[in-house]
């Protein structure tokens, strides 16, 4: 029976370092993906905050055209 015992504790053992591998082989690859998830974030941040600036700059440059057309056409009324 104590060796019956004594094999399956073994084997418990010898399974439970097997899983042990293969998690510690899911974490890595899991550490990996999240790496590339938070490249990929701050490229996209990177991307909105120049596309920001860019639609600042096309909303000033489309007053600055209205105010253009607004003088040209209050000229034509006078």
């Known amino acids: 029976m104590l ?3 004594t094999a399956l504790t073994l084997a418990l053992a010898l ?3 097997a899983n042990t591998d ?6 890595t690859s899991l550490t ?10 701050a ?4 991307q909105q905050e120049s596309t920001a600036a860019d639609v600042k700059a096309a909303k000033d440059a489309a ?3 209205n105010s253009r ?6 000229s034509y009324k006078k």
């Open 22 to 27: 293969k998690v510690d082989e899911n974490i």
């Open 15 to 17: 399974t439970a370092c």
């Open 43 to 46: 490229d996209l941040k990177a």
């Open 3 to 5: 060796k019956k015992i």
């Open 63 to 65: 007053k600055d055209a």
């Open 69 to 74: 057309i607004d003088n040209i056409v209050a």
């Open 32 to 41: 990996n993906m999240v790496d590339d998830l938070s490249v990929q974030v």
